[in-house]
């Protein structure tokens, strides 16, 4: 359950569950649910229970056999602290990121209160990034959440983002990333709300990493930033 990854700010995938449910407007037109239903039809049996949350044991181990270092996003088909996933099987993913601590391991969650009060239970791990996303500014709270947590870095990821976020408070915020919805039913993303977002990370000293436009396909309407913006804060350096 992991692969090369098409994610441009990531190197690899690594799905130890699969399948979600929705929790706020962003959840809507959910790429993962799309390709999970797509993956039911063509018999896949990881995707046997479509977007069904399903733990799947035997891909645990994968990250191990990965011998070059990678950024591999967890549960990129998932959501890691979906409230369906026990305790104890976080606690194996988080067992098989300390022993494969030459990977980088980033977790995205819009669960970050989970995600956060189950990081303070642990041992910090140098090499996990925890990470929150924000569409719009109705879960802007997400983001003080975040900055309570204990991880060495912390990002946002401003994707799909499908309205102003308004003003922001990114203390103990490292990196954000930014796009657009992609897909036929995708909606439309504002210049003004990226530069918005852009403006007050370079104003906070926060990287980063605009990753889209949307469309009906990713790329759709090309890239509106000039090239020494988008060049001055490619991705986050640590």
């Known amino acids: 359950m992991g692969n090369k990854s ?25 790429y993962a649910e799309t390709l999970a239903l797509r993956l039911q039809k063509m018999g896949s049996y990881r995707y046997r229970n479509g977007f069904k ?3 799947h044991e035997d891909a ?11 950024k591999i996003f967890v549960n ?8 369906d996933v026990p305790d104890d099987f976080i606690d194996k993913v988080w067992d098989i990121m300390e022993k494969a601590n030459w990977h980088i391991f980033q977790i995205l969650t819009k669960r970050p209160e989970r995600m956060v009060g189950y990081s303070w239970k642990k041992s910090i791990l140098p090499n996990v990034w925890l990470g929150t996303s924000v ?20 990002f946002v990821s401003f994707e799909p983002l499908i309205d102003d976020v308004g003003k922001l ?16 039913n995708h909606r439309p993303i504002k210049e003004e709300w990226v530069q918005n977002i852009l403006r ?30 988008y060049d001055e804060y490619p991705a986050i350096k640590i």
């Open 6 to 30: 098409k994610i441009e700010w990531t190197d690899a995938s690594w799905n130890p569950s699969t399948g979600c449910s929705k929790v706020s407007a962003g959840c809507a037109n959910c």
């Open 60 to 70: 645990l181990n994968l990250p191990l056999k990965w011998k070059q270092s990678k």
């Open 53 to 55: 949350l399903t733990l």
């Open 200 to 229: 007050q990370c370079k104003e906070q000293d926060v990287c980063f990493f605009f990753k889209q436009w949307g469309g009906f396909t990713p790329k759709s309407g090309g890239r509106l930033l000039n090239e020494k913006t």
């Open 76 to 83: 990129s088909m998932s959501d890691l602290f979906h409230k």
């Open 169 to 184: 408070d990114l203390s103990n915020i490292h990196w954000a990333i930014v796009g657009g919805e992609s897909g036929k």
């Open 135 to 154: 569409e719009n500014s109705l879960v802007k709270d997400r983001i003080k959440l975040l900055q309570t947590s204990n991880a060495k870095i912390r």
